[in-house]
C-alpha cells in the first residue's frame, strides 16, 4: 500500500469534512467493510521528526504503532495503528489534506485482514514471494537462526555498475561465493552521491561479500585512473551506535589501533524520521578495512541482540506492549522479531504488572541544561509526550542555584514508564546533551519497601550483583538509610534505557514476591490465631 496510483485506482468511498474552514474530499481507499484500526500516512516531509509526527497522530486518540515503510520515493511513509477502529477514522478525516511545510499528507485505510475470507489469503500463503519469506524462517526455531543482522554499506554511485557487472555476472559472482543475498537499493535517494546496499548472510558471509565489493570498487578506481583510497561506509541504527563507541571512545580506540584505520561517525545533526542511521567511515587498505568491519559488526551485533534480548523481557512483562510506538526507536526496532515464547507461557509465569496494577512512580535524573528541551515551547513537548505516554511527568524544583541535574518525576503504568522513560532518553540524544561518542545513562531511582531492601542486595549482595550482570546497569542500594514516613527506601539504578528498564522491572518483580509472602505469612498467621 506505498504506491499513491493503488490507493487512489481503489477508491471505494469518499467522504467532505471541513478542517480549518477548508472542505476538503477524503480518500477512504478501502471498503466500509474491510476498514482497521490501521491507517497509512503518504507523503510526510523526511525531515518530519518524530515526536511531532507523534504528537500530531496521538490527539485522535491512543496510538499503539508507528512503523515506518520502505518505499523508492523520497518522502516517508508511515503506518499507524489505533486502539479503536473509531479512533483510525477521526485521524483518517482530520489528517487527510493536512498540510505541513508544504507537504499534503494522503491518508488511506490499511485493510483488516481478518475480515476478508479466508480462502484468498490460503491461496496468496502459496505465492512465490511469501513462501521464500517463510522459508528462511522456517528452520529457525530458535532464537539465534530468527536474528538476522545485515551489513549495510554506502558505495559511491558510479561504482554500482561495475559492482552489479555485465547481465549482472558480477554481483551474482558475489552472491555465490560468499553464500550471501547482496540487495542493491539503485532505486533510493534518486541523483545521491551514494547508494545503500544491504547484505544478508553468517558474519562470515557478509564481511567476505563486504571485502569482495572493496575490491571490486578499488578496481574500477584504478581503471578509471581516479586512484583514490575509497573509505568503507557502515550504516548503523542511532540507537546501536553508542555501544560501538563505548566509554569515552574506547572501543572505536581499539578497533582503530588494531586495524590501523582511521573511523569517524557522522554527527546525529543528520538523523530524521526517513534516516535513522548513521554513517561509520572506516578509512584505510582493503585489507585494514576489512578487519575493522568484521570488529564493528561484531559490537554492533552484539548490541542489536543485547536489545532483543531486553525487549523480549519487556514483552513478557508487558503483554501487548508496542515498542515501536516509542518513536526514537521505531525504525531500529520494527525489525526485530517478537518475543518467541510459547503459547499461554506468559500466563503460566509469574506477571508481575496483572497482579500490580498500582501506579508506579520513577525519578530519573536529567541534565539541568536539558530542562528547557524537556519542557518544550509553553511546556508543548512535556505536554505531548505526557499525552503520548499515558502518565504524569512533573520536573521537581532544583534544589539549588548550581546543581547539574534535575529531577523528573514519572508517575504511570508500566507501559506508561517505558514510554516517557524511552522518550526523555532519545530526546537528550538526538539534542546532543550528550557526547556523540558515549552513550545515554540516566540515573533513576525507585522506591521499594524496606523490608524488600535486604531481598533486593541479597546474602553477601548477591542479588544485586546478578542485576548488574544481567542487565548491565549499575544498581545500588544505599547502606544506612532512614526509611521515609511510607517506610520506604530508595534505590538508584543507572544505565542506558534498556538496562534500566530491565532492571527497574526486575526490582518491581522482587518487592511483589516479598508482599505476597508477607500476605501469605500474615493470612498463615491469621488462621493459626483463629484455630486456637
Excluded at 84 to 103: C, I, P, W
Excluded at 365 to 371: D, E, N, Y
Aim: charged share 25%.
Amino acid at each position: 500500500y506505498s504506491s499513491d496510483r493503488l490507493c487512489f485506482l481503489c477508491l471505494s468511498f469518499k467522504g467532505k469534512v471541513e478542517l480549518h474552514g477548508k472542505v476538503i474530499e477524503v480518500d477512504y481507499s478501502v471498503p466500509k467493510k474491510l476498514r482497521s484500526r490501521k491507517i497509512q500516512i503518504r507523503n510526510i516531509p523526511p525531515h518530519l521528526q518524530w515526536e511531532v509526527l507523534d504528537g500530531l497522530l496521538a490527539q485522535y486518540g491512543t496510538v499503539e504503532n508507528v512503523e515506518q515503510v520502505n518505499t523508492d520515493i523520497e518522502t516517508a511513509v508511515v503506518n499507524v495503528s489505533y486502539a479503536t477502529k473509531d479512533q483510525a477514522k477521526v485521524a483518517v478525516e482530520k489528517l487527510s489534506g493536512h498540510q505541513y511545510e508544504n507537504h499534503t499528507f494522503r491518508i488511506s485505510y490499511i485493510p483488516d485482514e481478518d475480515a476478508s475470507s479466508s480462502p484468498p489469503p490460503q491461496r496468496s500463503r502459496r505465492g512465490g514471494n511469501t513462501s521464500r519469506e517463510q522459508g528462511s524462517s522456517a528452520g529457525g526455531s530458535s532464537q539465534s537462526k530468527q536474528i538476522d543482522f545485515p551489513l549495510r554499506i554506502l558505495v559511491p554511485t558510479q561504482f554500482v555498475g561495475a559492482i552489479i557487472g555485465k547481465e549482472g555476472l558480477t554481483i551474482k559472482n558475489v552472491t555465490k561465493q560468499t553464500q550471501s543475498k547482496v540487495d542493491i537499493h539503485r532505486k533510493e535517494n534518486a541523483g545521491a552521491a551514494e547508494k545503500p546496499i544491504t547484505i544478508h548472510s553468517t558474519p562470515e558471509g557478509c564481511s567476505a561479500a563486504c571485502r569482495m565489493i572493496l575490491e571490486i570498487m578499488q578496481k574500477e578506481a584504478n581503471e578509471t585512473k581516479s586512484n583514490e583510497e575509497i573509505p568503507l561506509k557502515i550504516l548503523a541504527h542511532n540507537s546501536l551506535v553508542g555501544r560501538l563507541i563505548g566509554k569515552e571512545g574506547r572501543n572505536l580506540k581499539k578497533i582503530e589501533q588494531d586495524t590501523e584505520t582511521k573511523i569517524t561517525i557522522s554527527s546525529l545533526q543528520d538523523l530524521t524520521i526517513y534516516n535513522p542511521e548513521r554513517t561509520i567511515t572506516v578509512k584505510g587498505t582493503i585489507e585494514a578495512c576489512s578487519k575493522a568491519e568484521v570488529e564493528i559488526m561484531k559490537k554492533l551485533r552484539e548490541a542489536y541482540e543485547n536489545d532483543i534480548i531486553a525487549i523480549n523481557q519487556q514483552a513478557n512483562l508487558i503483554p501487548g506492549l508496542n515498542l515501536s510506538a516509542l518513536g526514537i526507536f521505531s525504525t531500529g526496532l520494527s525489525v526485530i522479531p517478537p518475543a518467541s515464547t510459547p503459547r499461554g507461557a506468559a500466563a503460566a509465569g509469574y506477571n508481575p504488572f496483572v497482579q500490580m496494577p498500582e501506579q508506579e512512580v520513577v525519578y530519573l535524573f536529567i541534565p539541568t541544561q536539558a530542562v528547557g528541551a524537556i519542557i518544550g515551547k509553553k511546556g508543548q513537548h512535556i505536554k505531548q509526550l505526557a499525552r503520548f505516554a499515558g502518565a504524569s511527568i512533573k520536573i521537581a524544583p532544583a534544589e539549588g542555584p548550581d546543581v547539574t541535574e534535575r529531577m523528573v518525576v514519572i508517575t504511570g503504568p508500566p507501559e506508561a514508564q517505558f514510554k516517557a522513560q524511552g522518550r526523555i532518553f532519545g530526546k537528550l540524544k538526538e539534542e546532543n546533551f550528550f557526547n556523540p561518542k558515549e552513550e545515554v545513562k540516566l540515573e533513576a531511582h525507585i522506591k521499594v519497601p524496606s523490608s524488600a531492601a535486604g531481598r533486593v542486595i541479597g546474602k553477601g549482595g548477591k542479588t544485586v550483583n546478578e542485576l548488574q550482570n544481567l542487565t548491565s546497569a549499575e544498581v545500588i542500594v544505599p547502606r544506612d538509610q532512614i526509611p521515609d514516613e511510607n517506610n520506604e527506601v530508595i534505590v538508584k539504578i543507572i544505565g542506558h534505557f534498556f538496562a534500566s528498564q530491565t532492571a527497574q522491572r526486575k526490582i518491581r518483580e522482587i518487592v511483589q514476591q516479598v508482599k505476597q509472602q508477607e500476605q501469605k505469612q500474615q493470612q498463615g498467621a491469621a488462621t493459626s490465631h483463629r484455630s486456637k
